[in-house]
């Protein structure tokens, strides 16, 4: 790729990333604004409300049809009839706590979260807001239909709930914690971090991450808390500063799954490995986004749970072996500064007058006196 497309390539990406970013503060604002309004007890949107009231209505009239006279034993037929309203009702009351629970979670979503996904989640979240979106009723279950010019589409709180992708906060502590302690550590005991530690953090680290495809999304592509926000060299512009998903961009020589899982052919010379100049040499931007993409996004065709778990485990560590050599250099260096002082500090023997052995008891009381 020519220079002048690279920097083509790069210019568009930042501003589809600043406009994402834009759309994605509104979008966080009325996910907050929502979930503390429903926790502060109130109801959900009008339409949805009348949507799941209408319901209620039909299921209540339909039980009316089945009451009998007093005394008279209801037929089977009327018992199956009620059961299945009784059904029917609850399925309705579960569906009020399902959309309560959805909408008025707490949780913040990930930049992770495609632009598309927000849109959808956001015309469901404010569906009053919207002529083109309409919440209906179908197979037991409230659901929201969205139209637009070219098309129909229908959406479940389940899909809702499906594409919405948290910020992986639990996650995200027991990291940070795991990286203060591996500082503690060098601080406590020196010394170099050996093959074993490293692997060891590693595999504490993936355990964590390898729960669930959407912590790997997340974690991918938002700057932990107090990490580095440093720019790679081949920032595309695509990925935040700071994430993992940008760290890649300059150090692109992986796993060789990864690059024939994304359909890249980065193993010039055929031995079956991929070396950091052969991996720069096809990683333009448009194929180095490709390979990342792969990686870090759960939706991606190729994608493998298990190797990005992995990779974005052993990314981690690293940064937690260097805080790991902040301890250490912070301890030698708190000695130092000790050294000096004591250096500093006057000799208390320096101007005591030393005693000839000759002198008597006597004469040295009166030297003393």
Not at 279 to 300: C, F, S, Y
């Amino acid at each position: 790729m020519a220079i002048n497309e690279e920097q083509s390539y790069k210019a568009l990406n930042e501003q589809a990333r600043l406009e994402n970013q834009r759309l994605s503060m509104e979008f966080n604002k009325q996910v907050k604004e929502t979930a503390d309004g429903l926790g502060e007890g109130e109801g959900l949107q009008k339409d949805v409300a009348a949507v799941l009231k209408s319901e209620v209505r039909k299921y209540s009239s339909q039980h009316d049809s089945f009451k009998t006279g007093s005394g008279k034993v209801p037929s089977v037929k009327d018992k199956d009839g009620i059961t299945d309203v009784y059904n029917k009702v609850s399925a309705v009351e579960k569906e009020i706590v399902n959309a309560r629970t959805l909408f008025g979670s707490a949780i913040m979503p990930s930049p992770a979260m495609s632009l598309e996904a927000k849109q959808i989640y956001a015309s469901c979240l404010r569906s009053d807001d919207y002529d083109n979106v309409k919440p209906i009723w179908k197979d037991n279950k409230l659901h929201f239909q969205i139209s637009t010019p070219d098309s129909t589409s229908i959406y479940s709180l389940s899909d809702l709930q499906e594409n919405f992708i948290p910020e992986a906060t639990e996650a995200e502590t027991m990291i940070l914690q795991s990286g203060i302690s591996m500082r503690e550590l060098g601080y406590k005991e020196g010394g170099k971090v050996t093959e074993s530690m490293l692997q060891s953090e590693a595999d504490k680290l993936t355990s964590e991450i390898e729960k669930d495809p959407k912590i790997v999304a997340d974690l991918s592509v938002r700057r932990l808390a107090g990490r580095s926000s440093k720019k790679p060299k081949n920032d595309s512009g695509l990925w935040p500063a700071g994430s993992w998903a940008s760290a890649l961009q300059d150090h692109p020589s992986l796993n060789m799954a990864v690059y024939k899982t994304a359909g890249v052919n980065a193993d010039i010379n055929g031995d079956g490995d991929v070396s950091q100049a052969e991996a720069e040499a096809v990683m333009n931007g448009p194929n180095r986004d490709k390979v990342i993409e792969t990686l870090v996004n759960p939706k991606a065709e190729g994608y493998n749970h298990a190797l990005s778990s992995s990779e974005l485990a052993s990314w981690i560590s690293n940064q937690h072996a260097e805080m790991y050599y902040e301890g250490k250099n912070a301890k030698n260096n708190e000695y130092k500064n000790n050294s000096n002082t004591l250096n500093l500090l006057p000799n208390p023997l320096e101007n005591i007058e030393v005693i000839p052995d000759e002198l008597t008891a006597e004469e040295i009381i009166k030297k003393f006196s």
